[in-house]
């Protein structure tokens, strides 16, 4: 089973930029379309970015297109949400996933591994 692990969060004022990075473990990364998601305290969980298995096609959450850019290195099994012109309604925990699914999706049940987050916090 594979392993994700996110690392790049942080607090940042807003307008600034962040890059996460999610590392993978095994040798199947490649297999997988990849997802970034984010929860804000007392909220659920939001689809964010999405890229699919050879990095071709890529879908972004209306409320991030134009400011955040995910990519893919499978030679690294990592995959990268470059976030710019951040908004303090950005501030949440940002989860990697990695799903079988063919076609990237943004529905977090059709996702197979998480990593444990990590902390973006965008000071006004």
């Known amino acids: 089973q594979g392993q994700l692990v996110e690392s790049g969060g942080g607090l940042v004022q807003a307008g600034g930029s962040l890059r996460l990075s999610c590392a993978a473990s095994?040798?199947?990364?490649?297999?997988?379309?990849m997802g970034w998601f984010r929860q804000a305290p007392g909220k659920e969980r939001d689809f964010v970015a999405t890229?699919?298995?050879?990095?071709?096609?890529?879908y972004y959450a209306d409320s991030v297109k134009g400011r955040f850019t995910i990519s893919r290195d499978d030679a690294k099994a990592t995959v990268y949400l470059q976030m710019n012109s951040l908004k303090p309604e950005d501030t949440a925990v940002y989860y990697c996933?990695?799903?079988?699914?063919?076609?990237?999706?943004?529905?977090?049940?059709?996702?197979?591994?998480w990593g444990q987050g990590t902390q973006v916090t965008v000071s006004s």
């Open positions: 996933a990695a799903s079988f699914r063919v076609s990237p999706t943004g529905n977090p049940r059709d996702y197979n591994y």
């Open positions: 095994g040798r199947t990364f490649s297999r997988y379309s």
């Open positions: 890229i699919s298995r050879n990095g071709g096609g890529t």
